[in-house]
């Protein structure tokens, strides 16, 4: 019932057709939300680019999916993406 009425809800406020089974995840909170989607993703072995600082919530579902952290480093003061680290 939860999944149908946040699918009619999308409907109805943005216009969007959203499938209650196919397209609509409830979760807990967002840990249990970002547990689901690593381990979904992630096969073991594969890398995983891990951009640091990071939220220390990231690690222990990517570690128990069996994914390979690969960190890089995001410097002050603009915190971009350095290419050559990649």
């Known amino acids: 019932a939860?999944?149908?009425?946040?699918?009619?809800?999308y409907k109805r406020i943005y216009?969007?057709?959203v499938d209650p089974v196919?397209?609509?995840?409830v979760t807990n909170g967002a840990s249990?939300?970002?547990?689901?989607?690593?381990?979904?993703l992630i096969d073991p072995g594969d890398e995983i680019l891990v951009f640091e600082p990071?939220?220390?919530?990231?690690?222990?579902p990517i570690l128990m999916?069996?994914?390979v952290p690969k960190f890089v480093r995001l410097n002050a003061p603009?915190?971009?993406i350095d290419l050559d680290q990649l």
């Open 22 to 25: 196919s397209e609509v995840t």
């Open 65 to 67: 999916a069996g994914g």
């Open 15 to 17: 216009k969007m057709d």
């Open 32 to 40: 249990e939300a970002l547990y689901c989607a690593i381990n979904a």
């Open 2 to 9: 939860l999944r149908q009425s946040l699918s009619q809800l």
């Open 78 to 80: 603009n915190f971009r």
């Open 54 to 60: 990071y939220f220390d919530i990231y690690m222990p």
